[in-house]
C-alpha cells in the first residue's frame, strides 16, 4: 500500500505554504504601510490646520 503523503505531494503542500504565508506577510506589510502613511497625512492635517 502507498503512503498517503508522496514525496512530491508534501512538497508542493509545502510549497504552497510557504507560498501563502509570503503572501499573508506582504499584505499584512502593505496594510501596514498604507495605515502608517494614513496616519502621517492626518498629523500633517492636524499641524496645517490648527484648532
Not at 7 to 18: K, M, Q
Not at 27 to 44: L, N
Amino acid at each position: 500500500m502507498a503512503p498517503l503523503t508522496s514525496p512530491p505531494l508534501a512538497a508542493a503542500t509545502a510549497v504552497a505554504t510557504a507560498t501563502a504565508a509570503a503572501d499573508a506577510t506582504a499584505a499584512a506589510t502593505a496594510t501596514a504601510t498604507a495605515a502608517t502613511a494614513a496616519a502621517k497625512d492626518k498629523a500633517i492635517d492636524l499641524q496645517a490646520c490648527p484648532a
